[in-house]
């Protein structure tokens, strides 16, 4: 089931995501949560932040998982994942480092990182709450559209989208990683809840085809219309294409 939340603009998407993950740890201090990077979560972890420093929410519990990570970056480098999260949210909220996770992309042994991280994901039980953003051609995650539906946590050859997607994020597009290690598509529906943030109209065609079109693997987001809990915040540009939500 998808329930749409409207809302105006980035700024309001970002509170109203950061309200429902501040909900879930509230409600449960020992959360596992998902967690995503890229522009789309910035705000709902800025969010976040002066939730916590506000005293309305404690992280001391909480376990995370990110979905994905550059394969071959070193986690000293500001483009990976690794970096991100420290950057824009860990650093900055009193949760216990040793409980944040990210796949580890120096791992030149793709079966070896793959496994064990999917290990680790479904010995929790998955995520209470998996947080996604959505990819101009319907990703989620670094599941790009394919023949089927990858199941596991995997090593995935970026597509040419999403490398002129992220490449602003590097000095070029020869210095974006061409690989990724990524949960699966199983292991993101493992998850007792998903919450999606859009925002732009750049991501409305994606969004309308992820909610009403065909499940298809050529869509990946379109996968998460069999899922039991998915809540999508999207801005008014995002749902530009949608019937009034």
Known sequence: MIKIIRVRDYDDMSRKAANIIAAQ????????????????????????????????????????????????????????????????????????????????????????????????????????????????????????????FAATTHCVDLTESTIEANKRFFASADDVPRQAYTMGIGTIMCAKKILVVVSGADKAEALKAAVYGPVTPQLPASILQFHQDVTIVADEAALSLCPEA
């Open 25 to 148: 740890v509230v409600l449960n201090p020992e959360s596992k949560l998902g967690l995503a990077t890229g522009s789309s979560p910035v705000g709902t972890y800025k969010n976040l932040i002066a939730a916590n420093e506000a005293g309305d929410v404690d992280f001391s519990h909480v376990v995370t998982y990110n979905l994905d990570e550059y394969r071959g970056l070193p986690r000293t480098n500001d483009q990976s994942y690794y970096y991100f999260m420290n950057e824009n949210l860990f650093d900055h909220v009193n949760i216990d480092k040793a409980n944040t996770h990210v796949p580890n992309g120096e791992n030149p042994d793709a079966d070896d990182e793959c496994a064990t991280y999917e290990a680790a994901v479904r010995a929790l039980g998955g995520m209470d709450l998996q947080l996604l953003g959505l990819g101009r051609n319907g990703h989620i995650g670094f599941n790009e559209p394919a023949d089927d």
